[in-house]
């Protein structure tokens, strides 16, 4: 039987990760406001 990958451990380090940065700005869906990506990530 094949394991979820939503079950394991960097799955979920890497959805807390993807919350942390959406919610400080740094990432953000793609809209008309905001057509592209971020130019650069700030990993300090």
Known sequence: MPTDVRDTEEYQ????????EESEGEIYPLTDRHP?????YDRS
């Open 13 to 20: 380090e890497s959805e807390a990760e993807l919350r942390r």
């Open 36 to 40: 592209f990506p971020p130019s650069h």
